[in-house]
């Protein structure tokens, strides 16, 4: 595991996003496979996924997904996927699949099929790079603490309740998240300085995130680190 602290938001954003385009280019350079990107959801990684809309990328070999989403029209405003794709992903050729949605499917249903598509997404390598946030109760894509998607040791993307507030959302799970073979955590402010401290001590939900094979990095700014000794 490793921690990184930036000076502020904006360098947090600089060095994901630097680091992100320079292993998607090594890729392309050396075998051109499909480079597997998780995206994380929420307003943090925003200002690194403009960035890197502006970087020289080979953005050709990427699929990306979502390593959560809710459980609302694509276009809602509340979307990871429109915030996502309005981004990056409408400005850049790499392909962003997304969970369906519509008034007639079940949560669970997209949750399924979503699964089946990284299931062969994953078939023969796993995720290569996984971005993720994390709450201030220490939640990450939508494993939420309490919440029974924390127990699921099968499937690779289910819906999930959050319990304070009964809101429905779709998930990646350990069972997939911990294949990846990098998660970049991104955390800025202060009201995660708690969050981070215990899930650096693996307290959290968070901090169950990354296999034996995973190189998991923080990066984080110096509000959100500032209860770390
Ligand atoms: C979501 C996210 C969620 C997010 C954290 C942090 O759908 O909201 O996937 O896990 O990463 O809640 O959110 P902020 O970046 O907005 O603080």
């Known amino acids: 595991m490793e921690l990184v602290v930036h000076d502020s938001p ?14 998607i280019n090594e890729r392309a350079t050396s075998d051109g496979t499909t480079f597997s990107l998780g995206l994380a959801g929420g307003s943090t990684p925003e200002a690194t996924y403009r960035d890197l809309a502006g970087t020289q990328t080979e953005w050709r070999n990427v699929t990306a997904w979502l390593a959560d989403e ?17 981004s990056l992903f409408d400005h850049v050729p790499g392909n962003l699949v997304r969970p369906e949605f519509s008034d007639e499917m079940e949560p669970d249903e997209s949750a399924a099929a ?37 127990d699921e ?5 289910v819906s999930n309740v959050i319990p304070e507030t009964g809101e429905v959302r779709l998930t990646a799970t350990y069972p997939l998240l911990n294949t990846a073979r990098r998660v970049l955590f991104l955390v800025v402010g202060e009201a995660k300085a708690a969050a981070l401290k ?11 995130v990354g296999g034996s094979e995973t190189k998991v990095e923080w990066h984080v700014d110096r509000h959100a680190a500032s209860q770390l000794s």
């Open 10 to 23: 904006g360098a947090v954003a600089s060095a994901v996003s630097a680091s992100v385009s320079q292993e």
């Open 70 to 86: 809710r459980w609302v029209p694509q276009d809602s405003p509340r979307s990871n996927g429109l915030m996502a794709a309005q």
């Open 114 to 150: 979503y699964g089946r598509f990284l299931r062969d997404l994953h078939l023969k390598t796993p995720p290569d790079l996984v971005l993720l946030g994390l709450g201030d109760d220490g939640h990450t894509a939508s494993l939420f603490p309490g919440s029974r998607a924390l």
């Open 153 to 157: 040791n099968q499937h690779r993307y």
């Open 198 to 208: 215990a899930s650096l001590a693996g307290a959290t939900p968070a901090g169950r």
